[in-house]
């Protein structure tokens, strides 16, 4: 957890981001923030490390919705939204359009996550070295 360790600092700000996502509003921010200020360098290192505890924290959030995919799945939501095929069996929707509602919360989150949590250790490097404020 020094200056300059790049991954243990994105770790570190990974899982804040985890921690405090669920209920603070933009948590990324702050995990971000926290992994740029740990990180130190220039903004770009900021940039790098923010992005990278993005990037951890979006790995549980991939899973959850791969998962909650698989259970909508099983239980054949969407299965009603068909047509007859040529061959008179049911041909659904339903996959096709949980594909895309999968796609859209996937870029939902690496907006929220990665964009945000980038952007904070933008602001945890600008913190560091522009502002009298000492952690």
Avoid: C, H
Wanted: hydrophobic share 55%.
């Amino acid at each position: 957890m020094g200056e300059g360790d790049t991954w243990v600092n994105a770790l570190i700000g990974g899982v804040i981001t985890l921690v405090i996502a669920g209920f603070v509003p933009f948590g990324s921010v702050i995990g971000g923030a926290v992994a740029g200020y740990l990180q130190g360098g220039d903004r770009n290192d900021g940039l790098k490390v923010g992005a990278l505890a993005g990037l951890i924290a979006l790995i549980p959030f991939v899973l959850l919705l791969l998962f909650m995919g698989s259970i909508f799945g099983a239980l054949g939501m969407g299965a009603g939204m068909g047509m007859f095929g040529p061959n008179g069996m049911m041909v659904g929707f339903g996959a096709g359009f949980g594909a895309v509602v999968l796609l859209f919360a996937l870029f939902v989150g690496l907006i929220y996550i990665v964009a945000f949590s980038t952007v904070g250790g933008w602001i945890g490097n600008y913190v560091k070295y522009d502002t009298d404020v000492d952690i």
